[in-house]
């Protein structure tokens, strides 16, 4: 069975500054999707960012990137100029490749605050 | 397009009582999942359903029942709730298919306290 750790319970930073929040995963596949999920005060699960396994290349989207090391089964996300409406948990997710398996195995979770 | 639906946002029950709670997606997806989020826990899979007319147990199935009732709905039900299934309850659905790009869709959640 798959697993993922996020080793950080919380974590803050100031406005306009550079976090990085780590994930490792443990897994025997070679083939998977890993996620970002941030979950603000509201509850709402919304997806982050996302990475193929087969992908050497880091995914980014807008301010937030990764950094994938597969070799390691680590998978920080970094989020560059931090907002305020950046606060929230972030949880780590992994996805199996194959059908009719796509459910997600999520980390513990990153309490992240944003210092103003 | 309302995307993922959940009923109730929120409710209280007493140690015992039985309620279903429901799901529902106008995405025309083929997989749904129910999780539940605890403090310090991460969300965990409590049941998912491949496609309709199929259910599978997930990680914390115990206590709980589901119904994939057709493509769009998913419900959960607490037979006899307790104590420990007081949590914050997510249903999720996502397309399906062999190596499709695309991820789960999350319903707002129902939190569910039981007394």
């Known amino acids: 069975a798959q697993t993922v750790t996020q080793s950080q319970p919380e974590m803050s930073v100031q406005e306009a500054e550079t976090v990085t929040l780590s994930c490792t995963y443990d897994t025997s596949e070679s083939d998977y999707y890993l996620f970002w999920y941030k979950q603000p005060p509201s509850r709402q699960m919304i997806l982050v960012i996302r990475?193929?396994?087969?992908?050497?290349q880091n995914a980014t989207e807008n301010r937030f990137s990764v950094n994938f090391q597969k070799a390691a089964k680590s998978f920080s996300l970094k989020i560059s100029d931090s907002q305020l409406g950046d606060a929230a948990m972030y949880f780590c997710?992994?996805?199996?490749?194959?059908?009719?398996?796509?459910?997600?195995?999520f980390g513990t979770g990153t309490r992240l605050t944003i210092i103003p | 397009n309302a995307g993922v639906t959940q009923t109730p946002k929120f409710q209280v029950l007493k140690t015992g009582q039985s309620m279903t709670l429901q799901c529902a997606q106008d995405m025309n997806h083929n997989s749904m999942y129910w999780y539940r989020q605890d403090p310090g826990m991460g969300l965990r899979l409590i049941y998912y359903?491949?496609?309709?007319?199929?259910?599978d147990k997930g990680e914390v199935p115990n206590g709980y029942n589901v119904s994939r009732l057709n493509k769009r709905e998913f419900s959960l039900r607490l037979e006899s709730a307790a104590p420990s299934q007081t949590s914050v309850y997510f249903c999720a659905s996502i397309s399906g298919g062999w190596r499709i790009q695309e991820t789960q869709y999350f319903g707002p959640g129902t939190r569910l306290l039981v007394l």
């Open positions: 359903s491949a496609s309709e007319g199929t259910t």
């Open positions: 990475q193929e396994a087969y992908k050497q």
């Open positions: 997710a992994y996805r199996s490749y194959n059908f009719g398996n796509e459910k997600l195995t």
